[in-house]
Antibody, heavy 117, light 110 residues
């Protein structure tokens, strides 16, 4: 069965950096695009970034462009999100999700990132 | 990248039907059939309910149906059940090769 397991969340100071990981199993990871989606406490879902199956193209929400970098290692079945210059408004649960015809058919359990001094 | 517009809440009695609207623009909902819907009970990860406007993944009850007209997509839940109480979000692909979610709708079963 498909499993997505995020890790790397935690508490970081404003201006700091953090790298999230998403370990995938149960499907051919190298054949599918992948997304990061976040949800601030008590708020709605916000799409963050997408990477094509082979890493050839990457797309970002305006709110994170220039600060966050999505990447993947198909040999390790792992998706990453490098987050720099973090702000209080980046505080959220971050989910990785598998792409399926421009929808998200499988989600991880999420990892909480808290940006606070 | 403005969020798609959904009503904050809808409610219905068991057995009734409710419809959630999702209004975007000609740059997203109006131009692509890449509209999807998600159910999120409190404290859980979202679950895909509808993809490509009206397709149901296996395992999703046929009480859930989707449609689109112009810049507005809709999710209808027929025969409402207590277990359907949750937050619902729409999502669309956009002309910028990005994605956008709706503002979310809380469904309450009376």
């Amino acid at each position: 069965q498909v499993q997505l397991v995020e890790s790397g969340g935690g508490v970081v100071q404003p201006g700091g950096s953090l790298r999230l990981s998403c370990a995938a199993s149960g499907f051919t990871f190298s054949s599918y695009g992948m997304h990061w989606v976040r949800q601030a406490p008590g708020k709605g879902l916000e799409w963050v970034a997408f990477i094509r199956y082979d890493g050839s193209n990457k797309y970002y929400a305006d709110s994170v462009k220039g600060r966050f970098t999505i990447s993947r290692d198909n040999s390790k079945n792992t998706l990453y999100l490098q987050m720099n210059s973090l702000r209080a408004e980046d505080t959220a649960v971050y989910y990785c999700a598998k792409d399926f015809w421009d929808s998200y058919d499988y989600w991880g359990q999420g990892t909480l990132v808290t940006v606070s001094s | 990248q403005s969020a798609l517009t959904q009503p904050p809440s809808v409610s219905g009695s068991p057995g009734q039907s409710v419809t959630i609207s999702c209004t975007g623009t000609s740059s997203d909902v109006g131009s692509y059939n890449r509209v999807s819907w998600y159910q999120q009970p409190p404290g859980t990860a979202p679950k895909l309910m509808i993809y490509e406007v009206s397709n149901r993944p296996s395992g999703v009850p046929d009480r859930f149906s989707g449609s689109k007209s112009g810049n507005t997509a809709s999710l209808t839940i027929s025969g409402l059940q207590a277990e359907d109480e949750a937050d619902y979000y729409c999502s669309s692909y956009t002309s910028s090769s990005t994605y956008v979610f709706g503002t979310g709708t809380k469904v309450t079963v009376l």
